[in-house]
């Protein structure tokens, strides 16, 4: 997944840490030992967590906001006639504050809250989208946009100066620039709400997650190993099992007591949904509400066809296409599995059924007899740190030169992050990577990766990039064993990673991963395509305990076994894409009473209604779209895949994971940020409009 938790609306001005220090103001918010106020003096400009306290972050928004907001009237009121540089590229250079102490922001509220920050993130939400549309709603400022824009052809624009324009252009039509003033101060007052009930919902889905961890005695959770059990254990002796944000939890696979099989399943399906506090379901129906209501006014029929303008998709017509391709395949591999498993279970005991909560369970034990291979069996060779420095960096230098040395002088956010500076392969600096991979309390679920600093010529800066995992963590002096999906996700992640280390661009809008939804999952997921590249492969999986690599006998059962439980894993995600589409496709005149009603005829319509198949994320707790900006665009994730697969197919029509290949993805798709359009960087690398033939048939779907 890819994350930028800056601010709520569409980010104006560099989203950069600066160069240079913000003018001071004698603002009475101003500090001289607040260290926002200062660009950081480390290496790359990073930030100096030894250095920053929770009680800095308010004051350095309000004065960042501030700044901005004079910068910004300047702009406007500018008596010159508009020109490229004295209003684009000052806009561009704008909120040099703000853009620094947000990506600290956005990274501690992601991956390591607290009580604190959660008052202030609440508090200050409303505040940036009362900011953004201070920006965008400027009829000043638009019209100077607008007068370039009218006028492109005579200004002689290079390319991507060209397309700054445009993305500007189309931002301000977005955000409701051609409103009238009235609409202006109806649309200000629906931003601010929208804004307030994204917090609400992410701070109500992390505390009921945490509160929703499950207490096991030994005998509960049998089938477990002994690492697994030894992680779980607490002071008392009983054995806690925190929840990850999907509906699946990886334990249920190895339970083998059915009752705490359902046990588990149910707190994670009802973790906000206990009719408390966290109970996220009335935040929903409201933001849903909310969200139509502005498409409305902005003059759309609902909220995905206003917000997927700036996709590759460009409509929820061809979002859904793409889903109708898939979903009748999948649901019918689904069920043609779940035969096959209820028949296991009857065979065990006849009064057995298969449930959701079984699944998993005996999913594992059919690929087990099938393929004669475990989860057990693979993880002791998925050590999480030769993943990292034999994995995803192996695989980084054979495509594409870059290597590695470990950094322990720079301060972390918490003592699980480890850092790491990477090189180009003519030995230049190319930038810093923080990881942050074993899940706690104050991290939201799922799996991210954003940026600290983001590269631009126009301020001399290079990428400072993190990722972010939710893997448990060993007990001490353990090895961090991992699944082979935490493997992909490590790889994934990392994919977003070069994306944005392989930016360059001048401008900071444009610049690695400020794309799309639906083309920044791509080079995450091509990525994904390496896990099992042999050379690769043997390079990272060696037993924690013998060093002995992986046997070609267990990698064999690995690739057969590879398009098993397909259906399933399809269908769950095809699930929750289409529910997105159909909570964002709603109306203002169509009114919602009920969450539950509304989710359960959705899976109706989208005929995705397996009991025994859910959707990956239930409604009340699907952060992407309802908290983390993939609202009407989760199936970037397919589209996306769809994109991945052509482009690998391309790497086989090519001599495969070479050094060539690597360079010429670098730069063709990698380095192109959002320098053009989307679709036409893909067309100029390909050489055609992507297939969706490749992924049909990695999935065994055609």
Same mark, same amino acid.
């Given at each position: ?31 001289? #030992?607040?260290?926002?106020? *200062? ?20 004051? %350095? &928004? ?13 702009? =406007? ?87 700054? @324009?445009?993305?500007?252009?189309? +931002? ?11 609409? #202006?101060?109806?649309?200000?007052? &629906?931003?601010?709400?929208? %804004?307030?009930?994204?917090?609400? /919902?992410? !701070? ?48 249920? $696979?190895?339970?083998?007591? =059915?009752?705490? +099989? ?62 109708? $391709? ?7 591999? =689904? ?9 296991? %279970? ?18 594992? #034990?059919?690929?087990?007899? #099938? ?17 990292? *420095? ?130 920044? *999952? ?25 060093? %002995? ?14 398009? /098993? ?12 894409? =289409? &529910? ?72 086989? *029509? !090519?001599?495969?994971?070479? +050094? ?23 067309? !100029?690398? +390909? ?8 992924? @049909? ?6």
């Amino acid at each position: 997944m890819f994350n930028k938790k800056l601010f709520y609306g569409m980010m104006v001005g560099s989203s950069i840490l600066a160069t240079s220090c913000s003018e001071k103001s004698t603002n009475s918010m101003w500090n001289d #030992k607040n260290p926002f106020f *200062e660009v950081s003096t480390l290496p790359y400009q990073t930030a100096d967590f030894s250095k920053i306290k929770n009680e800095d972050f308010k004051p %350095a &928004l309000l004065q960042g906001m501030a700044e901005q907001l004079v910068e910004i009237n300047k702009i =406007a009121d500018n008596s010159e006639a508009p020109t490229f540089e004295n209003t684009l590229v000052e806009i561009e250079k704008s909120g040099q504050l703000l853009t620094r102490v947000n990506h600290v922001f956005g990274l501690l509220t992601g991956a390591n809250t607290n009580e604190t920050l959660q008052v202030v993130e609440e508090e200050m939400s409303p505040k940036f989208a009362a900011h953004s549309d201070a920006i965008y709603l400027n009829d000043k400022l638009f019209q100077r946009v607008k007068t370039l824009h009218d006028n492109k052809k005579s200004l002689n624009l290079d390319k991507e100066s060209s397309r700054l @324009l445009d993305v500007y252009y189309q +931002r301000f039509e977005l955000a409701g620039a051609n409103l009238s003033t009235a609409q #202006k101060d109806e649309l200000k007052k &629906l931003n601010g709400e929208i %804004a307030s009930l994204e917090t609400k /919902f992410s !701070n109500q889905l992390l505390k009921g997650t945490k509160s929703g961890g499950v207490i096991f005695s030994k005998e509960e959770l049998a089938g477990l190993s002994d690492a697994d059990l030894e992680a779980f254990k607490q002071a008392d002796g009983t054995y806690l099992i925190s929840l990850l944000n999907t509906t699946q939890q990886p334990e249920l $696979q190895n339970m083998t007591n =059915a009752a705490s +099989r359902k046990k588990l399943f149910d707190a994670a399906w009802i973790r906000t949904e206990k009719k408390d506090e966290n109970d996220t379901r009335a935040t929903i129906l409201t933001l849903v509400k909310k969200r139509a209501e502005k498409a409305k006014l902005l003059g759309f029929s609902n909220y995905a066809e206003w917000n997927l303008q700036d996709q590759m998709a460009q409509n929820p017509t061809a979002a859904k296409g793409i889903l109708n $391709q898939m979903i009748p395949a999948a649901t019918a591999m =689904a069920q043609k599995d779940a035969k096959e498993f209820e028949a296991l %279970a009857k065979k065990e005991n006849s009064s057995n059924t298969l449930t959701a909560a079984d699944w998993n369970y005996y999913a594992e #034990k059919v690929r087990k007899e #099938k393929y004669d291979i475990d989860e057990n069996e693979m993880k002791p060779y998925f050590v999480l740190d030769s993943v990292v *420095e034999n994995g995803i960096f192996f695989m980084a230098k054979e495509l594409y030169g870059i290597t590695f040395k470990k950094r322990t002088d720079i301060p972390t956010w918490h003592e699980d992050v480890k850092v790491y500076e990477l090189f180009n392969e003519d030995g230049s600096q190319l930038g810093l990577f923080y990881t942050d991979y074993f899940k706690r309390d104050s991290k939201q679920g799922g799996a991210w990766m954003s940026n600290l600093v983001e590269q631009s010529h126009l301020f001399g800066t290079k990428p400072v990039i993190y990722n972010v995992g939710n893997y448990t963590k060993p007990a001490n002096g353990q090895p961090a064993l991992i699944s082979y999906d935490d493997v992909v996700t490590t790889f994934h992640e990392f994919g977003h990673a070069l994306h944005g280390f392989f930016a360059n661009q001048k401008y900071p809008t444009l610049s690695g991963t400020n794309v799309s939804r639906d083309f920044v *999952e791509f080079p995450s997921q091509f990525h994904e395509h390496y896990v099992t590249e042999p050379s690769i492969l043997k390079n990272y999986a060696k037993h924690y305990e013998t060093g %002995a690599v992986i046997p070609d006998a267990l990698v064999e059962k690995m690739k057969k076994a590879s398009n /098993f439980n397909k259906g399933y894993s399809l269908t769950e995600l095809l699930s929750a894409a =289409a &529910l997105d589409l159909s909570w964002h496709t709603v109306s203002v005149d169509k009114p919602i009473v009920s969450v539950d009603e509304f989710e359960k005829q959705a899976l109706v319509d989208n005929k995705t209604n397996l009991s025994q198949v859910p959707p990956r994320y239930r409604s009340s707790y699907f952060s992407h779209i309802f908290g983390g900006g993939y609202a009407a665009g989760y199936f970037a994730y397919i589209w996306a895949e769809m994109l991945d697969h052509d482009a690998y197919e391309w790497t086989l *029509e !090519n001599g495969g994971m070479t +050094r060539k290949n690597g360079q010429i993805l670098r730069d063709k798709v990698f380095s192109q940020g959002n320098s053009d359009d989307l679709n036409t960087i893909y067309k !100029n690398f +390909r050489g055609k409009k992507p297939s969706i033939e490749p992924m @049909l048939k990695y999935h065994g779907l055609k």
